[in-house]
């Protein structure tokens, strides 16, 4: 009979502490929103695949946290600010989301960010790049994970100027992200001596780059630096080479590029071009094993957005189950206590301007004849320290960082 009462008290007190850890969960379900262009400009860097690397966190975590089941939604944003305001707003609102992933185009985050910001939701920014993010526009609901534009240029540009790139001509993406990476490029490339001969900006996103490629030859800039991305990368770099720039003395710098960048373009177009990236499938053996997974998944490489998002999904399933609660704030809390040490950083640390900062790499495209396969496209060339990397905060405008203004 006692042992009876000890194995009936065993288990209430079981039922107890499960059904008080589930409480904690609010309706008892964790959700977690994907939002990204799945179909446009930056379908390829982030994009479905994104989606993917989102859902083998879930499931390597095991599908459910402190006994709550994890739920994913997921929406292309069409790199439009309303159409993302529009579908975050209704999963806040209405939909029960706790958390939004991905994010790519800058507009896009810094709209959405605005919102979580005022329903005390919490935001993982994975695919944009401007540092402004978690500069005068950084709030308590979001995390910038992956890079940004600060050691885009700090690693790329300042390699550039350092090799002799001393004048330069910049085109730009006219919107959040471009502006905010042509600002960081000319800021590096007038500390390191050089000169910003010409800037100009094109829409986004463009498909013809004829006239701004000839306003570069014309600029006599002996370098032309791109300050955009994805598709619009890749374009300006075909017209590039239809036009000869590289044949007539000029370099060509691509401030940001992606891995499925490069494998569209072919090694053969893009060998020796100097790039910076916060991760890379082929670094060591645990960034290996994890990109097989998702290549069988995928049939393609990760890039690091895609090992970003994995990476960051899993930190904040981890943050729940410690701080056994999904409320944002004690959510975050606990990411920016908790170091990262994972497939995607070593020593990772999340700042309270909620910027991830980790090493990343300066790296060059390989020759043809040094590629040993359909994705070898990348020679480490050294690693910048996290402390060297981002914008340090003694110089920050965030308002949550003592001691600075808010930038209204």
């Not at 790519?104 to 790049?129: D, F, M, R, Y």
């Not at 999904?326 to 640390?349: L, S």
Request: hydrophobic share 40%; proline share 2%.
């Amino acid at each position: 009979m006692k042992i009876m009462q000890k194995l009936l008290t065993t288990a209430i007190a079981s039922a107890v502490m499960a059904s008080s850890a589930q409480a904690a969960i609010s309706d008892n379900e964790v959700r977690i929103g994907y939002l990204a262009d799945m179909s446009g400009t930056y379908r390829d860097l982030a994009g479905p695949n994104g989606l993917t690397a989102l859902n083998m966190a879930v499931e390597d975590f095991g599908g459910k946290v402190n006994g709550a089941a994890i739920t994913v939604v997921s929406a292309d944003d069409r790199n439009s600010p309303d159409v993302a305001s529009s579908t975050v707003r209704q999963w806040v609102e209405s939909d029960g989301v706790d958390m939004v992933a991905g994010m790519v185009a800058s507009s896009v985050t810094i709209a959405t960010t605005k919102i979580l910001e005022q329903s005390n939701k919490l935001g993982i920014v994975s695919g944009s790049a401007a540092s402004s993010i978690t500069d005068q526009y950084c709030t308590a609901n979001h995390i910038h994970y992956v890079y940004d534009t600060y050691p885009l240029a700090h690693g790329t540009a300042q390699a550039v100027v350092k090799e002799g790139g001393d004048s330069w001509f910049i085109l730009t993406a006219d919107y959040a992200f471009g502006h905010s990476l042509e600002k960081d490029v000319e800021k590096v490339v007038r500390e390191n001596g050089g000169t910003v001969i010409q800037k100009v900006r094109h829409p986004f996103p463009t498909s013809d780059f004829s006239s701004f490629i000839l306003q570069a030859q014309g600029s006599g800039a002996s370098v032309v630096a791109l300050a955009n991305a994805g598709s619009d990368t890749i374009n300006a770099i075909n017209t590039a080479g239809e036009f000869g720039v590289t044949q007539s003395g000029q370099s060509l710098a691509a401030l940001l590029l992606f891995l499925t960048d490069v494998h569209a373009l072919g090694v053969d177009a893009a060998q020796g071009i100097q790039l910076t990236t916060g991760w890379y499938w082929n670094k060591d053996a645990e960034a290996r094993a994890w990109s097989d997974r998702f290549m069988e998944r995928t049939g393609v490489r990760p890039t690091m957005v895609h090992a970003g998002i994995y990476s960051s999904t899993l930190h904040y399933l981890n943050a729940i189950k410690a701080a056994e609660s999904d409320d944002t704030q004690k959510v975050r809390q606990k990411m920016i206590a908790t170091p990262i040490n994972d497939m995607f950083a070593k020593g990772g640390e999340i700042r309270e301007d909620g910027r991830m900062v980790h090493d990343m790499y300066l790296a060059k495209v390989k020759t043809p004849a040094q590629s040993k396969g359909e994705w070898d496209l990348y020679d480490i060339i050294r690693t910048i320290p996290a402390k060297d990397a981002y914008r340090p905060l003694a110089d920050s405008q965030c308002k949550l960082i003592k001691g600075t203004v808010a930038v209204k």
